[in-house]
């Protein structure tokens, strides 16, 4: 047995990958939820940054998860994106050769971290209830395809683009639209009501009624 969960290294094509067990009960995984605070709420929007072509949040989000198999706190997740674009000077960042406030910059990761948290928490969901074949999320295939999570149903391939009917949600999905192409896949815009969902702490997710719903959504 390996240490730290460590199922498998593989070296191939001048690329490494590192599989582990991410065994975690949705349960254990709401106790986390519970214990996380949220400040992003009402923070001002500084036009550059939120106008700015930039790095994918998701992959200090999901590094960090994959790293502690914890869910990380919104400190640790803004902390971990500064380090990977190279940290501060005099209050402001560069990234992608852009010098953007890192207040400004901070707010916008802020108001992404809620969907980032109910995102993981609705693969965990789907997982549990062993109605689906596979339930897989590719960070890479969300940032460069828009493909959320996809799943395996009675041997089909389908892949769900999650989003809530909020001004906010809706907006993102009408730019994911004209991003990306979604003809060749068989994508389902599973759209959930704000009022549905279930406050955890400070979050607000998803529940096995709203795996229901995409089920019939499914089959239909």
Same mark, same amino acid.
């Given at each position: 047995?390996?240490? /730290?969960?460590?199922?498998?290294?593989? *070296?191939?094509?001048?690329?490494?990958?590192?599989?582990?067990?991410?065994?975690?009960?949705?349960?254990?995984?709401?106790?986390?939820?519970?214990?996380?605070?949220? =400040? %992003?709420?009402?923070?001002?929007?500084? !036009?550059?940054?939120?106008?700015?072509?930039?790095? !994918?949040?998701?992959? =200090?989000?999901?590094?960090?998860?994959?790293?502690?198999?914890?869910? !990380?706190?919104?400190?640790?997740?803004?902390?971990?994106?500064?380090?990977?674009?190279?940290?501060?000077?005099?209050?402001?960042?560069?990234? =992608?050769? #852009?010098?953007?406030?890192?207040?400004?910059? #901070?707010?916008?990761?802020?108001?992404?971290?809620?969907?980032? +948290?109910?995102? #993981?928490?609705? *693969?965990?969901?789907?997982?549990? =209830?062993?109605?689906?074949?596979?339930?897989?999320?590719?960070?890479?295939?969300?940032?460069?395809? %828009?493909?959320?999570?996809?799943?395996?149903?009675?041997?089909?391939?389908?892949?769900?683009? #999650?989003?809530?009917?909020?001004? &906010? %949600?809706?907006?993102?999905?009408? /730019?994911? &639209?004209?991003?990306?192409?979604?003809?060749?896949?068989?994508?389902?815009?599973?759209?959930?009501?704000?009022?549905?969902?279930?406050? +955890? %702490?400070?979050?607000?997710?998803l529940t096995p009624e709203h795996v229901k719903i995409l089920l019939e959504r499914v089959n239909n």
């Open positions: 047995m390996f240490l /730290k969960k460590i199922i498998d290294v593989k *070296i191939s094509n001048k690329e490494i990958s590192v599989s582990r067990d991410a065994k975690i009960s949705i349960i254990d995984l709401e106790n986390q939820i519970k214990q996380l605070d949220y =400040s %992003g709420e009402n923070k001002p929007k500084d !036009p550059n940054v939120e106008n700015a072509s930039i790095p !994918p949040f998701i992959q =200090s989000f999901y590094y960090l998860f994959f790293k502690d198999l914890r869910i !990380p706190t919104e400190n640790e997740y803004c902390e971990t994106y500064l380090e990977f674009i190279g940290g501060d000077v005099n209050g402001n960042v560069l990234v =992608s050769g #852009l010098v953007l406030c890192k207040d400004g910059l #901070l707010n916008r990761m802020k108001r992404t971290y809620p969907s980032l +948290v109910r995102d #993981l928490h609705f *693969i965990y969901l789907l997982e549990e =209830s062993e109605i689906f074949e596979e339930v897989e999320y590719s960070m890479r295939k969300d940032y460069f395809n %828009g493909l959320d999570i996809r799943l395996i149903y009675n041997k089909i391939e389908f892949y769900v683009s #999650l989003f809530i009917d909020t001004t &906010r %949600g809706v907006y993102f999905k009408k /730019k994911k &639209r004209t991003r990306h192409d979604f003809s060749t896949v068989n994508e389902i815009e599973f759209n959930v009501a704000f009022s549905s969902l279930k406050k +955890v %702490g400070n979050f607000y997710l």
